[in-house]
């Protein structure tokens, strides 16, 4: 992921890259709809979406091949940052639960850690 969202892509595999996340998305809404827990299905997807969106060429200017990492967020870019904040948050609460197993409390440092950065690059924050 760092290397995609880092390195100046060639157009077909950026896209190649946001398909394969929207894949990820379609899945985790079908999984959201058939289980009972929602909320790690639902987390997932806005961190794909958020995958989609950095992925996508920008279409502004003359910069049509640059990512839309340096982009400042929009309206829906600021809306998914807001989104991967409460996905941190979420993460944070469950590692200090008293209730909830170590490993779980890594997996949601380690999903914490994720939304925060994600949240960054999208808001072009370096």
Known sequence: ??????????????????ALFAVGITWCMTQSVRRASRTPYLRLAVCCLAMVVMLLPRHAGGHADR??????PGLFSSVLVVALACVAVAAVGRIFRSTTPRTHRAFGLVE???AVGMAAMLAGVR
């Open 1 to 18: 992921m760092t290397v995609m969202l880092t390195v100046l892509l060639p157009p077909w595999l950026a896209l190649s890259g946001a």
């Open 67 to 72: 990512p839309i990492l340096g982009a400042g």
């Open 112 to 114: 914490g850690v994720l």
